[in-house]
């Protein structure tokens, strides 16, 4: 099994969901976060003069998946959130070891496959 994360744009969001559902991908878990990269924030305008945000706001994706499955949907999630400027987003996969159901107590694989 695999974890993706990725971090994306929020308003690429609903593309990311729809195009994961589309493939059958259903179960995932977003958080709202903040951070920066080679985007290194954004100079903004206003009455005292300009100031810098150095802390973008950004939705992380996380969904745990078989491993015939991450590929796939690491190139779903890139199509999805795919502008073509500075500040995309990025992908991390990672192992996992387990996974437990909480309601059922079932392990592994069967925790992150649909049927």
């Given at each position: ?70 590929q796939p949907a ?42």
């Amino acid at each position: 099994m695999k974890k993706i994360e990725a971090i994306i744009r929020p308003e690429k969001l609903d593309a990311v969901k729809d195009a994961l559902s589309a493939k059958g991908m259903l179960g995932l878990t977003v958080t709202h976060v903040s951070g920066r990269g080679r985007q290194k924030g954004i100079a903004l305008q206003w009455r005292a003069g300009e100031y810098r945000v150095d802390f973008l706001p950004k939705v992380k994706i996380e969904l745990v998946l078989s491993d015939e499955e991450c590929q796939p949907a690491v190139e779903t999630i890139c199509r999805a959130a795919w502008t073509g400027r500075e500040g995309d987003g990025m992908i991390f996969v990672l192992p996992v070891e387990n996974a437990y159901r909480v309601r059922t107590s079932d392990n592994g694989e069967a925790c992150v496959t649909v049927k």
